[in-house]
């Protein structure tokens, strides 16, 4: 490779940490230290990588907006000899999900996002206005566009205008939210964005837990041809040094127009700004060889133990808890939370108890021992029958001449819930739900119950991918984590004699496909009865997820798993009439 | 006035439920029947007034997209001999906020929301296309022009522009959410458009409750002298019929060019559109002669009151819910809720428990059972202190060597909402929850305890309002309905010995200036401090509301009365570092 064509790059996948201002430009400026000896010229930091990203009404404050500036110029004071591309929220009379360009102590250019995404989990068009103009700033004589996450999945957007400008390395940053089996859609439109445009792609992806979303980095470089030839890893912070091999740009710049005609786009108003020289001079140092990088290869299930895993550690941490409290009731739900827990943050950190009552087997209570005893955690059994009883003997007037039903069953749910959270208050302990998104859709779940949390990690977790998360953990760890039995038992809330779920609800692979077609793709209920389901079963399963969006309402927070989880997600009232 | 330049108009000030396709359209017919043996010539109908409002994610349905429409062509084919103007969800490729113009069985047109609001409590961005056409629809040559909602706060907006094209009167329909004194804002803004642009104003609002939001109808009808002549009930359906002197239309169209200059606007799309000829037919029947309207006029206080009372009385019935449970502590935020809701829904469906436990006073004890005797509500006494007992057994070996703290406080709060929530199930009964503005912001509640419920009307009243609509309500009924005593002691939890919430909190005056300058105001610590606040105070009441949204989130939805409720009107992360 010729060294005069040759771009080294940095993509600095980092973590952040919503709100906390010094904390994010801190660890940006570390990462800029660790970038110069390595002769890095262009390091590039994630979508709002100064506030955290979403920051959701903390932009409603002007103090944290002039704060984020402020932040911005120390990074600027920070950037000798260096090219940088920090995302930030730029405001004048408006507000703008913005890239700072700085080089050698200078702001050179800011980019505003052009397409503010406005459905699913994000709110953008309640922040911010957007962009109007495709910049492009020059490094060595080599154009660089910048856009910011949903720009690049426009095809005719801001990149395609930016390439036909001239430029030849479309740098990206974003803040994609996971959910499983993105990243290969994701990659998929990089490399047509990078054939299309005949230009190198670099898109620099967030990683880390926020509330109810994981970031999963893989960040990706891909060359004009479409390859792939830099990847960060998933789940980790990671910082993917690459050098790029220009000589395309140059080859090509002589039979294509510098400025090109702009493409016909929805907004008419967007326009190709001037360029902007932002350094013409080459790293000054001798640049290291690069070690090469080797990714593993994560399938579905292992990647959505990684996303649970980031989420849970990334709650507990960044909201300044240190140790988790469950309740192990010797089922598959609580067992893989807790899994999932220890590997997040260690046995020593999780407490684990169980809470059996009158209709506790004694195989449920062993399975709860066991799994405590497989991962070394700190475990204690606590008994809620007395307290049940003086409920049922404070109600028994009450209730006089009326039947046993629900009611006493949720408030055994409640006295365990109570009995985490007074731990929980005693101790500074943050409590776990382990409701799974089957019985959250459904219902089946008691609100202040096993409902009751601080976090909810399995809320966006099929009860069926519950199952395949806990064998793929003891195949992973080669040894029997959560017990055989626990697999192999039949689901039981163990709420009154002989309880099976399978009583209340359809067998979990139909309901679970009953609930991804209407919760997760609209789907009429005709349209799930024409999938091959009964019309009784889907119609019950309907009014199920219907009645229960009043519990769902007050749920903790879950980590978003699928293309729809609930929260930011899936708004819907709670008065509602509709039925279909 | 001349006939021959006089229009009659009715405004049918409907209350709508979402989701309730057929309930809306039968009701929207029971008014097209009820306007026709009244000659009344146009009826115009609120926003989304098919679907309700705000329907959420209902919109991402496509099958509830199209009843809509079907119910659209119910709606048109019972409209002979009347014109109509609908709200409705308007879709092709793209899906639009829209207005039906119906006239004699027709659909004449349609128009699209040009402003889509997309702050505060608002997302109409997630869901709609903004529309780019303002057409004139022309009744015996009077041209009429249509707006939605937000579209007419928007000086140079489409009302403007259709009133440049000819339109002497501007509809619109709206779903405008109550705060208190909003009705004073738009009363003047309609009054400034209405005179700016020489037309007369109908501005059909909503009324009812939709969850969080309630909507307070007080549609008024403004001549284009910017003199009110025609107002709706606030909180109440009506039907406002009033016969509009159309002269000035005529004298001034022949001074104004009917097509005018297009103003600069926002969205340089926006265009005029041809005009449309509805109907050139007036009634057929005599006109009978309208009775003259009297109104009462409230203060904000009173106003509160019947937001919140048709808030309850909305939320209840529209869920299919019949009886009410209330724990009554003594205290003045629970006599409040249960007087609202007595006013709401009837003294017989509301249940008053009182929770005693070792801490309760007598005085409360007996604020409790005088304030059901006043009420003349169901009344029961059911002991916490047994349960508490039990609890703390359980939890002696656990909590061995520790001290008493809160966590032992929301034990017995805990345990009452278990008991609340226990009869709700048992019974069928809601819960509503009593938690204030102040509790909720300042996260001094107990979750899963005093916040358990289904609905919690006082969560947008800081507590010096719950004060004011206490003594308002006692002497609105001109007796004492909410004994002195509780009015006359000081706030306490009675969850220890001895406990005032002053030990805890600012005195309520400050707390409650402060609160408003930091969550409905988002003003900085600093700018409190300026304000002639203490700085320590200031900043631990910052403190309190910031390390309390976990709560919040977790808290059932409340009545929005101020310009800033907690809920979809403030969406703050739970992981957050910014500190001021």
Redesign the interface.
Known sequence: MDKLSTLRLGLAQINT?????S?NTNKIIRFIDKAKPLGVELVIFPELAITGY?????L?????IK?NQEHLKKIIRHSSEITLVVGFVDSDSDTYNAAAVICNNKLTGVYHKIYLP??GVF?E??YFQPGTQCPIFTIHNIGIGITICEDIWHKDGPAAIEARTGAKLLVNISASPYHAGKKHTRERMLTARAVDNVAIIACNNLIG???ELVFDGNSLVINEKGEVIAQGKQFEEDFIVVDLNMDFAFRTQLHRPQYGKEPHLVRRELRQANKMEVSSQFSTIDKPPLPSRQLEKMDDVAEIYQALTMGIR??VN??GFKKVVIGLSGGVDSSLVATIAVDALGAANIVGVSMPSRYTSSASKLDAELLAKNLGIEF?V???E??F???L???A???NN?RS???EE??QA??R???L???S??FGWLVLSCSNKSETATGYAT??GDM?G?FAPLQDVFKTMVFELAKYKNCQAGREVIPHSVLNKAPSAELKPNQKDIDTLPPYESLDSILKAYVED?L?IN?IVANGFDHEIVTKVARLVDKSE?KR?????GIKITPKGFGKD???????????
């Open positions: 940490t919503v709100g906390d201002l904390g979403p920051p959701e009404d903390l409603l404050k002007p103090q944290f704060q406005n459905y709110d068009n309640r837990g926020q509330d990334d709650y960044k909201n204690s606590i008994s809620i007395k307290t009883i003086s409920y003997e404070t109600l007037s009450p209730f009326t039903d629900v009611t949720n408030l409640r006295i819930g109570n009995i959270f007074a731990l208050n005693k609100l202040y009751a601080g609209d009429s349209q009043y309402r007050q749920s903790p927070p899936r708004r819907l009232p709670i008065t509602n009439r509709f039925r279909d």
